[in-house]
């Protein structure tokens, strides 16, 4: 299949500099998520 429409160098660029963003924020909301759920724990 050829997907003339797709840039490869772009979108690699892309995942090499978004990549690492988005999994930093996931770790961080995990983080919080497991924060809260202890305090929801800890309360009852």
Do not use: S, W
Request: glycine share 2%; charged share 40%.
């Amino acid at each position: 299949m050829d997907a003339d429409m797709f840039d490869a160098d772009e979108k690699k660029h892309q995942h090499e500099t978004q990549f690492p963003i988005d999994e930093q924020k996931c770790y961080e909301m995990g983080q919080r998520l497991v924060a809260k759920a202890m305090e929801l724990n800890t309360k009852e």
